[in-house]
């Protein structure tokens, strides 16, 4: 039986209602967008056996969990596809999960080629892609990106139509450095990590961050180059991506 609520109680409740809808769009916190980040995966990414066991068998691993997140994944492998992207290269591999969604942008013939510093995390990368199906279309190179970089060159691997910068973010300007020698003119360069909870706006902070900094420098920099930057929140707080496309008149 419902019981007869008294005015001041139900004026009371009322308030405590309004306090509620208010606090929830005031919402805008690590919460949110963690639970914004779940609905739009559910809503849009179809559920996919393949991405998950990559990122089981990552943390089983002890990888550490900071791959992009599955709309991020998605919107490289977007871009890439916009792009029409036959040529991808990534500096960073980890588990191999933005890999993933990067090679299935590819056309048939195309290939990616990914970098990665430890061994350790190779292998995991390895066993991901190959679960995949996708070992034909991606060369896994084990080593300091800065070693290998040259060695791409040497070997007349480039140009690259899409790279994927996303490694230690001290060295950020050096694969900038080398993604421009690896490019032709129209290549697209995405660099992951530029915002960093908003420590990019900090001259004081941490070498990683003066990394990218540099980094945006450097685009600003460099003739030929257009870009931008977005900034984003999600299940990996807030962060962003610089994109730049180069041009015509850019050094290569
Ligand atoms: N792109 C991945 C995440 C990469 S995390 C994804 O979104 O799924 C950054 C990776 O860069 C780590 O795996 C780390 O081992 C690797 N890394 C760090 N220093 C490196 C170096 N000098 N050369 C190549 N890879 C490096
Ligand atoms: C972290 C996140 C990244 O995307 C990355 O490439 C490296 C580190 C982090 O959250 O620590
Ligand atoms: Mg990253």
Same mark, same amino acid.
């Given at each position: =039986?419902? @019981? $007869?609520?008294?005015?001041?109680?139900?004026? $009371?409740?009322?308030?405590?209602?309004?306090?509620?809808?208010?606090?929830?769009? =005031?919402?805008?916190?690590?919460?949110?967008?963690?639970?914004?980040?779940?609905?739009?995966?559910?809503?849009?990414?179809?559920?996919?056996?393949?991405?998950?066991?990559?990122?089981?068998?990552?943390?089983?691993?002890?990888? #550490?969990?900071?791959?992009? %997140?599955?709309?991020?994944?998605?919107?490289?492998?977007?871009?890439?596809?916009?792009?029409?992207?036959?040529?991808?290269?990534?500096?960073?591999?980890?588990?191999?999960?933005?890999?993933?969604?990067?090679? @299935?942008?590819?056309? #048939?013939?195309?290939?990616?080629? %990914?970098?990665?510093?430890?061994? $350790?995390?190779?292998? !995991?990368?390895?066993?991901?892609?190959? @679960?995949?199906?996708?070992?034909?279309?991606?060369?896994?190179?084990?080593? #300091?990106?800065?070693?290998?970089?040259?060695?791409?060159?040497?070997?007349? @691997?480039?140009?690259?139509?899409?790279?994927?910068?996303?490694?230690?973010?001290?060295?950020?300007?050096?694969?900038?450095?080398?993604?421009?020698?690896?490019?032709?003119?129209?290549?697209?360069?995405? !660099?992951?990590?530029?915002?960093?909870?908003?420590?990019?706006?900090?001259?004081?902070?941490?070498?990683?961050?003066?990394?990218?900094?540099?980094?945006?420098?450097?685009?600003?920099?460099?003739?030929?180059?257009?870009? %931008?930057?977005?900034? %984003?929140?999600?299940?990996?707080?807030?962060?962003?991506?610089?994109?730049?496309?180069?041009?015509?008149?850019?050094?290569?």
């Amino acid at each position: =039986m419902k @019981r $007869k609520v008294a005015p001041y109680e139900a004026e $009371k409740r009322c308030q405590a209602q309004v306090i509620l809808l208010h606090s929830w769009h =005031m919402n805008t916190g690590q919460e949110t967008w963690t639970a914004v980040d779940g609905f739009l995966d559910q809503s849009l990414l179809t559920s996919d056996p393949v991405l998950d066991a990559a990122l089981e068998a990552s943390a089983a691993a002890g990888l #550490p969990a900071i791959q992009v %997140t599955p709309c991020q994944g998605k919107l490289l492998q977007i871009l890439a596809q916009l792009h029409r992207a036959r040529r991808i290269l990534e500096i960073g591999t980890l588990g191999g999960y933005s890999t993933i969604w990067l090679a @299935r942008a590819l056309p #048939p013939g195309g290939q990616l080629i %990914t970098l990665e510093v430890s061994q $350790k995390y190779a292998e !995991v990368a390895s066993r991901n892609i190959a @679960r995949a199906d996708l070992s034909s279309l991606i060369d896994l190179r084990v080593g #300091p990106a800065l070693a290998t970089l040259p060695k791409l060159a040497a070997e007349g @691997r480039g140009p690259f139509d899409f790279i994927f910068i996303d490694a230690d973010k001290e060295t950020t300007p050096d694969y900038f450095s080398w993604a421009l020698k690896l490019s032709r003119p129209g290549t697209v360069i995405v !660099v992951d990590n530029v915002v960093r909870e908003g420590a990019i706006i900090d001259a004081g902070a941490h070498a990683g961050v003066q990394g990218t900094r540099r980094m945006l420098e450097s685009i600003a920099n460099t003739p030929g180059l257009s870009a %931008t930057a977005v900034q %984003t929140v999600g299940s990996k707080g807030h962060d962003g991506f610089a994109i730049a496309i180069v041009g015509a008149h850019a050094p290569h």
